[in-house]
Every structure is written in structure tokens, then in C-alpha cells.
């Protein structure tokens, strides 16, 4: 089954404990972003990736690192966490979108973090 | 700056018509698209506009018109399935694919 995943699903963590949340796609896709999701501002791209070894920042990339080492993988870091990054977080995938094509994304079932 | 703007919420009744507008201050984009979300479930893709006009797709279609700087998402024959968030977003192309993303519209379908 065509799929993006994320884990862990929930997360309860404290201030300052790095954590990592994974997200892996398996169609093969070279496009993939990280967004959170927050009550009253909707979602916001943290950073997404064009394709292995290039990443960049979206809107709300401070508190946040990312890498892809591979194609199937985008795992999310944040290296000491902080109550505000207390979120709903999604993970998604899509085809890289060729000129001005688009591809819609397809997106994991989301990683809802509490930060104490 | 770049911005979207969507009702927060529209209520309407089974097999009624409804439209969800987004209007936006920003340039340069390459299209309009719109996302379901269900509560506690992930967006879903529904339609994507790149040229001015209508899109349909089954009971949804989407318009879009850059000289007015709005588009719209109408869900025709409403069902009680389709009480959910939705959301534009738009996105910005070349080498830079990032997207800017709408507040989202709650729309509400009852009996």
C-alpha cells in the first residue's frame, strides 16, 4: 500500500530532550515536506526537501533540523525541544513537481507532540 | 507580505451547494490548491488550479482568477461525509517549492 508513516504517532517529551520524528514514503517520491499544525493558524511548512541531500527552509524552520540522507526517509529533529513546539505535526510526500506542474501531496497520519 | 484568506467557518444543509472562497495577497505563485482535513486526520487533495478558470472534479470543482486575486472551492450535493476543514494553499515554483497555506474554512453539512 502506497503510504507515507510517521512515528512515534504521540509524544510526550520535557524541555530540552532532543527527540526525532521519522517519516518514511514508499513511492518513491522526491519531493517531501514537514508542516505543523496549530489551532487557528493552519498549517505551516518547517522545511521541506527537493530530493536527497537538499533541504530548505519553509516558514517556521527555527527549533527544527532535518536531513535526507535517503530518498524514502525525511526524519524531523528538534534538538532541545520547547513548550511552543507543543504541535501537530505532519509529515508529506509528492513527485518533484516539473515546471509548472503539480503534484499533490500525500500526507502522513500526523505526530501530535506535547512539550512539558 | 504573503497571505491567504478564508472564511473560518460556513454552515449548510444536506444536498445544498456551497462555495469557499480564498483571496490572497501574494504574487509570483505558480497555483491554487485545496486540501480536505477531518478531524484528527490528515489533508487530503482535492483540486489544484494553475491557469484562471474552473476545475471539476465529481462534485467539487475549483476556480481560480489571478487578475482578482481570489479563487474559490465549490462542493456541490452536500453530504453530511463532507463536514470537515478545508484549505487553500499556494504554491511557489522553480527550485522553490514551498507552499503557503490558508487558515482553513470549518464547514459544517446538517440534516
Known amino acids: 500500500e502506497a503510504q507515507v508513516t510517521q512515528n512515534p504517532r504521540y509524544l510526550i517529551t520535557v524541555t530540552g530532550k532532543k527527540l526525532t520524528v521519522t517519516c518514511s514514503q514508499n513511492?518513491?517520491?522526491?519531493?517531501m515536506s514537514w508542516y505543523r499544525q496549530d489551532p487557528g493558524l493552519g498549517l505551516r511548512q518547517i522545511y521541506y526537501?527537493?530530493?536527497?541531500?537538499?533541504?530548505d527552509k519553509g516558514d517556521v524552520p527555527e527549533g527544527y533540523k532535518v536531513s535526507r540522507k535517503e530518498k524514502r526517509n525525511f526524519p524531523l529533529i528538534l534538538e532541545s525541544p520547547s513548550p511552543n513546539q507543543t504541535s501537530l505535526y505532519f509529515c508529506?510526500?509528492?513527485?518533484?513537481?516539473?515546471?509548472?506542474?503539480?503534484?499533490?501531496?500525500?500526507f502522513g497520519p500526523g505526530t501530535r507532540l506535547t512539550v512539558l | 507580505g504573503q497571505s491567504l484568506e478564508q472564511p473560518s467557518e460556513v454552515t449548510a444543509v444536506e444536498g445544498a451547494i456551497v462555495q469557499i472562497n480564498c483571496t490572497y495577497q501574494?504574487?509570483?505563485?505558480?497555483?491554487l490548491s485545496w486540501y480536505q482535513q477531518h478531524d484528527g486526520g490528515a489533508p487530503t487533495f482535492l483540486s489544484y488550479?494553475?491557469l484562471d478558470g474552473l476545475e471539476e472534479t465529481g462534485r467539487f470543482s475549483s476556480f481560480l482568477s489571478r487578475s482578482d486575486s481570489y479563487g474559490y472551492l465549490l462542493l456541490q450535493e452536500l453530504q453530511m461525509k463532507d463536514s470537515a476543514s478545508y484549505f487553500c494553499?499556494?504554491?511557489?515554483?522553480?527550485?522553490?517549492?514551498?507552499?503557503?497555506w490558508g487558515l482553513g474554512t470549518s464547514l459544517a453539512v446538517n440534516p
Open positions: 508529506a510526500s509528492s513527485p518533484l513537481p516539473s515546471g509548472r506542474s503539480y503534484n499533490e501531496q500525500f
Open positions: 488550479n494553475g
Open positions: 501574494t504574487s509570483g505563485f505558480y497555483g
Open positions: 494553499a499556494v504554491t511557489f515554483g522553480g527550485n522553490n517549492r514551498k507552499l503557503i
Open positions: 513511492m518513491n517520491h522526491e519531493y
Open positions: 526537501s527537493m530530493n536527497v541531500e537538499v533541504t
